[in-house]
Nanobody, 123 residues
């Protein structure tokens, strides 16, 4: 029911900031938990952060905790990932994903994925 499109990726220097956006085209965005993942070629996809459908709860991977902030604006059908103090190891393709909230929190499976946006952090 929901389609996702990421944007905001690009090239940034180490220590810089970047804000990713994920726009949902469906009418039921507010019923989905949302997550951000990233992947480096040849490596497993890595969980980055998630946010509850209401926006009342968030969770972060240890690698980004304190540096990244996930948020959502249900009125705009958009989830964001604010990335600060970026490191070269943050370089990856970043994906947003949606999980139906009806199955509980935290989500065990994300059913819809975006196409990804490249983030490159130079040293």
């Amino acid at each position: 029911q929901v389609q996702l499109v990421e944007s905001g990726g690009g090239l940034v220097q180490a220590g810089g900031s970047l804000r990713l956006s994920c726009a949902a085209s469906g009418r039921t965005f507010s019923l989905y938990h949302m997550g951000w993942f990233r992947q480096i070629p040849g490596k497993e996809r890595e969980f980055v952060s998630r946010i509850k459908y209401t926006g009342s709860s968030t969770y972060y991977a240890d690698s980004v905790k304190g540096r990244f902030t996930i948020s959502r604006d249900n009125a705009k059908n958009t989830v964001y990932l604010e990335m600060n103090s970026l490191k070269p190891e943050d370089t990856a393709v970043y994906y947003c994903a949606a999980a139906p909230s009806g199955y509980g929190w935290p989500p065990s499976q994300y059913t819809t994925w975006g196409q990804g946006t490249q983030v490159t952090v130079s040293s």
